[in-house]
């Protein structure tokens, strides 16, 4: 038996709490804890076995002896000095539980975004934990727990080498494969179909996706439908990578009992832990589930609208006719007649609002009339209800986002063209300023210099800037009231926007994961005292993953929102008459945390294909 | 001999000079004695003040520029009120620049400048009539007073200096505001047109007579007020004016030698500079 040397002083044992039942189950029994430890690792107790079992041989340099418990007792004796015994419950691999330091991402590793971007002293602080002179280079607690999330496999491994070691039969859980060996030639044949189906529908959405993606006329920008398409194309193309990864890691597990030489087979398996594909896995079923929760949100939400579209049609046709025509004709027809009082430039004014007033007769002769009209409602609504029983409720939702952008084309045209005076005009004051106070604007070294103005100069310019500063205020207000609308529009889009993608990036499998098995979704260790007495004694336990750290990209999405629409920075922007629009596809890159930025090539795919059925043909060999 | 050659000091710290960081300038040293033998007795006398003909033309300059204002309400008068046609009155006054500016240069006007001007005058005097006609005429008058104290304020006392670019502001500020209430683009035009003449132009080209053009411009103001306002009216303006004028003056230097301490003659060589701030 190898003795423990003064080396292992202060290491610590894990010990399984499967153990204290055996304990007391073999109470009249002389037992042994037996322990595996690797290099850099704690001990970790596999198992309590019988003392006469062990007599006769000796230990192999990974196993020894830590502890002894004396027959009719219920006390354990140590052999390591200075000792912690850890108690945790083993994992079980077969149900995908696992200990892990760090939280689990839910998105790819290399589309993290950073939460809190505004607090610049946090990112600081951030960056300096991650400078490595802050930074533990113990690796002791990691390496160890690495091996207790491969306790079974260990414990595998000791009865394979001491197969006397044996107490009880490890159940075999075979009965299924017979039964489908069985269904063998049938089985082949459908995954042939399966096989086919799938690349036939992984090349139709990649088309789909060049095509919505195309450099002259980025469909994906202009419409919320094609950005639904594309986001479900991109979905399907990532399926059968997602699910190769998941199956070529499950076939590695399965083969893990195969590797004998243990100290050198834990080592090699670190890497294949389950916290390496295990993201993968949430992130396929979370797609999955997702798609048939919206389909069936779709069901609803359609069924209800065919059974109530004519009420519906009706009243839309009312507020549409209300909110999209009649207001904004009133609001435009009193800017020309001065507003509250205010005393603007009634010719500017009066050509502003014919302006506007013809771009309203326009808009509403070519898309409010026939749109808002109470028959294409109703056709719209009941295309509407069958997309959204079909494709699912998202889709329905990013129509009548599209349909709402059609229909506020014209509020989206004031704006631009006011915000283009407002800003000619803001800029020609500010450089006549300049000369207002005898200064000039170096272009060539971006500075303002003092400069003589002759008096033609002079008069003119002072001229231009008069007339500019007494046409301020009727502009500004033809600029203010658009702006507003606009505003009012974004945030009517921007809402829908935000239930579609709360569909499209809920968490919902990892949610659920939680609520079943917390165990299965870590989110770091936690470390607490059960004993005091004697030797001390801890439990680990494994921290679910926070709620906040599940939903972060939606904070993100949320924060850039705000940013973008809600901020200084945006009214700053206004204030200069520089445009606000939505980027779509920048903004809700940050939710596609799940997907690659471009679908995955047929080739690369191919060569994974052909990794992965390398890998199953050594294994049949 | 040595010291001859040397540049004199100036008393200018950014260029490099051959002088030690310490250096005291003698001057400056003998002024102090200067002061400090004669103690109490060091008021200045009458002969270092400023001479009374200096005091009066600076003081009638601004009074020109002061009645220059006033014609521009003058001839808005006479336009608005009276109903005075502008147009040969104005193409006078143009004939009359015209002349005074070859009399003091010898040479006719930029062309091109001054065609640019008047037709840019010519195309915005529609846009300039129509700026503010929604405003009332109550708060029109408001606002010239208003804009009129800030021209009067804004003037640049220096008379060689170019009248500073926040006093044309002002004053076609001014103008554009009384516009408004005008009939016609025409008038609009010729009453800009006279007051860029009479209040931008015509000062430059007189400087060589300040006092008869204030004799001119003071008979134009004073007449315009006797038949406007009444004799009662005039009397009072002419007695803050001849106070002005012939009184201010003498005070001035009376007070400056009598009251003025010795600390303010020597501030007047050795004053702090003030910083150029850009």
């Known amino acids: 038996m190898p003795s423990i040397n003064a080396m292992d002083y202060n290491r610590y044992i894990f010990w399984p709490q499967g153990l204290n039942n055996r304990s007391i189950n073999l109470l009249s029994e002389e037992l042994e804890a037996v322990a595996i430890a690797l290099r850099g690792t704690d001990y970790v107790v596999l198992d309590a076995i019988p003392s006469q079992l062990i007599k006769d041989e000796e230990l192999e340099p990974p196993y020894v002896v830590v502890g002894k418990k004396k027959a009719q007792s219920n006390r354990w004796s140590f052999t390591v000095k200075q000792t912690c015994i850890i108690e945790f419950n083993p994992p079980k691999v077969e149900q995908l539980q ?18 809190n971007d505004s607090f610049r002293n946090a990112r600081v602080l951030y960056q300096l934990w991650g400078h490595p002179r802050y930074q533990s280079h113990d690796k002791r607690l990691r390496q160890s727990l690495k091996l207790l999330n491969l306790f079974s496999t260990h414990l595998a491994a000791l009865y394979h080498r001491y197969p006397h070691y044996l107490m009880q039969p490890v159940k075999k859980s075979g009965g299924k494969i017979i039964l489908l060996d069985k269904l063998k030639l049938m089985r082949r044949f459908l995954a042939k179909i399966c096989f086919y189906l799938t690349i036939f529908t992984y090349h139709l959405a990649t088309c789909i996706y060049l095509i919505l993606n195309n450099g002259f006329l980025p469909l994906v920008n202009l419409s919320v439908t094609a950005q639904q398409i594309d986001l479900r194309c991109q979905q399907i193309c990532y399926f059968p990578v997602q699910y190769l990864r998941i199956n070529v890691n499950v076939s590695l597990r399965k083969a893990l009992p195969r590797f004998r030489t243990y100290s050198e087979a834990s080592a090699n398996l670190r890497k294949d832990l389950p916290s390496k594909y295990y993201p993968d896995y949430i992130r396929f079923y979370n797609t999955l589930w997702l798609m048939l929760n919206d389909i069936s949100f779709g069901l609803i939400f359609g069924s209800i609208l065919l059974e109530k579209s004519d009420e519906v049609a009706l009243v839309l046709h009312r507020v549409i006719t209300y909110c999209l025509y009649d ?15 205010i005393k603007l430039n009634e010719e500017l004014a009066l050509f502003l609002s014919d302006m506007f007033l013809w771009t309203i007769d326009f808009s509403n002769l070519m898309f409010i009339k026939p749109l808002a009209n109470i028959d294409t409602l109703k056709f719209f609504l009941n295309g509407l209800a069958k997309m959204s029983c079909v494709f699912g409720g998202t889709f329905a939702l990013s129509m009548v986002v599209d349909y709402f952008s059609i229909l506020s084309i014209h509020i989206y045209l004031f704006y631009r063209i006011s915000s283009k005076i407002y ?32 008096l033609d100069e002079l008069l003119l310019g002072t001229l231009f800037f008069i007339i500019l500063v007494f046409l301020t205020p009727t502009v500004l207000a033809f600029y203010s009231s658009y702006t507003v609308l606009r505003m009012g529009a974004i945030t009517i889009e921007i809402i829908l926007e935000s239930i579609i993608a709360l569909l499209n990036h809920f968490p919902l499998f990892a949610l659920l994961l939680r609520i079943k098995d917390p165990r299965r979704i870590p989110g770091g260790v936690s470390l607490t005292l059960k004993k005091i007495e004697g030797i001390p004694h801890f439990e680990i336990r494994n921290k679910p993953l926070s709620i906040y750290f599940m939903f972060k990209p939606f904070v993100v999405l949320m924060d850039h929102i705000r940013d973008n629409f809600y901020s200084i920075k945006t009214l700053k922007r206004i204030t200069l008459g520089l ?22 090539d047929i080739h690369t795919l191919r060569d994974k294909w052909e990794q992965f059925t390398g890998i199953k043909d050594r294994k049949v060999d | 001999m040595q010291d001859h050659k040397k540049e004199p000091w100036k008393r200018i710290l950014w260029i490099r000079q051959d002088y030690p960081d310490n250096y005291t300038d003698p001057e400056f040293i003998r002024h102090l004695q200067r002061l400090r033998f004669k103690d109490k007795y060091a008021w200045p006398s009458p002969e270092s003040a400023t001479p009374v003909v200096q005091v009066r033309t600076d003081l009638v300059l601004f009074y020109n520029k002061l009645l220059s204002t006033s014609l521009v309400f003058i001839a808005f008068n006479f336009i608005y009120h009276y109903k005075v046609d502008p147009l040969p009155y104005t193409i006078a006054m143009t004939v009359l620049i015209l002349y005074l500016s070859w009399r003091s240069t010898r040479r006719w006007v930029d062309l091109r400048s001054s ?77 800009l047109f006279i007051c860029i003449q009479l209040n931008l132009i015509l000062p430059k080209l007189v400087v060589f007579n300040t006092r008869l053009y204030a004799l001119v411009l003071s008979t134009v103001v004073f007449t315009y007020v006797i038949l406007a306002l009444g004799f009662s009216y005039a009397i009072v303006a002419w007695c803050l004016a001849s106070f002005y004028i012939f009184v201010l003056p003498q005070w001035f230097v009376y007070w400056q030698t009598n009251y003025r301490g010795y600390e303010a003659s020597l501030s007047r060589v050795w004053e702090c500079q003030r910083p150029i701030l850009d």
């Open chain 1, 98 to 115: 696992f200990f892990s330091l760090e939280p689990i991402s839910l998105s790819l590793p290399e589309k993290e975004y950073d939460a």
């Open chain 1, 327 to 341: 207001c904004i004709n009133t609001v435009t027809l009193l800017l020309a007649q001065n507003p509250v009082g």
């Open chain 1, 423 to 454: 800003h000619w005009q803001l800029n020609i004051m500010i450089s006549l300023f300049y000369l207002f106070c005898g200064k000039k604007k170096n272009v060539l070294r971006n500075r303002i210099d003092n400069n003589f103005f002759q």
């Open chain 1, 579 to 600: 445009p606000v629009a939505i980027k779509r596809n920048k903004l809700y890159q940050i939710l596609y945390s799940s997907l690659p930025g471009r679908p995955i």
């Open chain 2, 115 to 191: 065609l640019v001007i008047t037709f840019a005058m010519l195309t915005l005097s529609p846009v300039l009539k129509s700026l503010s006609k929604t405003t009332a005429s109550n708060s029109i008058w408001t606002l010239a007073f208003w804009l009129t104290l800030a021209y009067v304020g804004s003037m640049s006392p220096n008379p060689e200096s170019q009248s500073s670019n926040l006093s044309t502001n002002l004053l076609l500020a001014i103008v554009t505001v009384l516009a408004s209430r005008l009939n016609s683009s025409t008038q609009v035009f010729c009453f």
